[in-house]
Each structure stands twice: as structure tokens, then as C-alpha cells.
């Protein structure tokens, strides 16, 4: 049996296909943070009126530059 085991590939991409799983899914649980504090971190400066896209929308100052 034990010979068997070792010299047959039958089940062999399916436990490739559960490796890729596994590793993606480790990959992804180790990246989410990063990813959701660049996110959070970019919507705050967007957020801001001084400098992010609300400050686009407002027409420039009376007399400054024309």
C-alpha cells in the first residue's frame, strides 16, 4: 500500500490546486491590513477640504492671479 502511495499521481493536482489555495488565502490575510490602512489612509486625504478634492471645487479667491 505504502508503495502504492508513492508511485501513483492520481491525487496529485488536486493537492497542488489546495496548496495555491492555501497560499493565496495566507498571502491575502497577511495583505489585508496594508491594504485597508493605505485605503483609510488616502479617503482622509481626499477627505481633507485644505488640500483634497473638496478644495477643486471651490473657485479661487476674488483678485488672486487672473
Excluded: N
Amino acid at each position: 500500500m505504502l508503495v502504492r502511495l508513492a508511485t501513483e499521481e492520481s491525487g496529485q493536482d488536486v493537492v497542488e490546486y489546495a496548496f495555491l489555495a492555501a497560499f493565496f488565502g495566507v498571502v491575502g490575510y497577511l495583505v489585508l491590513p496594508t491594504v485597508v490602512t493605505e485605503i483609510g489612509s488616502t479617503y482622509t486625504k481626499w477627505k481633507d477640504p485644505a488640500t483634497g478634492v473638496p478644495s477643486l471645487w471651490d473657485p479661487p479667491a476674488a483678485g488672486a492671479g487672473t
